[in-house]
DNA sequence: CTTATTCATCGATAATCGACGATATTCGAT
DNA sequence: ATCGAATATCGTCGATTATCGATGAATAAG
């Protein structure tokens, strides 16, 4: 399946690492999980008012989440309508990936698309 | 399973964020991929030869990695052993696990030891 | 006892990060 | 065009963190 003895590379080691630092915060774990449990979008006014965290700080962090594709934003009129990305929960690279090399993850761009083998 | 919209304490989420946070450094990633692919347990000068990582850098991811049980330790004269706990690996949290609410792992204290269920 | 080896720890430094308040931007309504 | 609401961005502060070099503790060897 993979290289047996190969070292895993830096660039490899940093894209994991950029995977697991997107779940490596407090804040963010918990708007994962508020945005999981409502089914529908949220707009951040409701995320602020459900997470009890200040308004640019729950900006930044899902700026971030954004980022990664964890989550996916659509503007609707003033408001912003944010939803977990569900390829990238299911996609969601485990220690047993990086121990076994498994060949790291790519960002899904949309909730229906494919992980890896899909 | 769970409290369908109980919105995951902080307490919680803080947890989950500390398994995370121990694969959310690059050279961490490199360390504990190492580890696992040489079967056998290594010595911190093994594994600041085969990382090319200094020593002091080496010691101090090591001990990261051993205080969240990832990785275990066994002083044999003036060498200090380290290997994977296997059991840390399997019972991982996933982003799964997040979004569902499942409960946080606890931390195997032995490669043997069981993670939650099993 | 002395010395060399192996590793952990300390101190310093620079970089990153999370939270906050204030400001800027975007867009709908009037 | 103007206003107001919703959100993004900016600047800053404090805290954490990664890395390095040097020192120190433990142990084995001579």
Request: aromatic share 6%.
């Amino acid at each position: 399946m993979n290289k047996d003895t190969e070292p895993l590379d830096r660039a490899s080691a940093e894209e994991y690492a950029s995977w697991f630092k997107a779940l490596a915060d407090a804040t963010r774990i918990q708007l994962v999980s508020l945005l999981a449990r409502r089914r529908a979008p949220m707009t951040v006014g409701e995320i602020v008012a459900a997470s009890g965290v200040g308004q640019s700080t729950v900006s930044h962090h899902l700026k971030i989440l954004a980022e990664v594709r964890f989550v996916l934003v659509e503007r609707q009129g003033t408001a912003s309508l944010y939803r977990i990305n569900e390829a990238c929960v299911s996609c969601f690279p485990t220690a047993a990936d990086v121990v076994m090399g498994t060949p790291v993850p790519a960002r899904p761009s949309a909730s229906e698309g494919a992980c890896d083998g899909t």
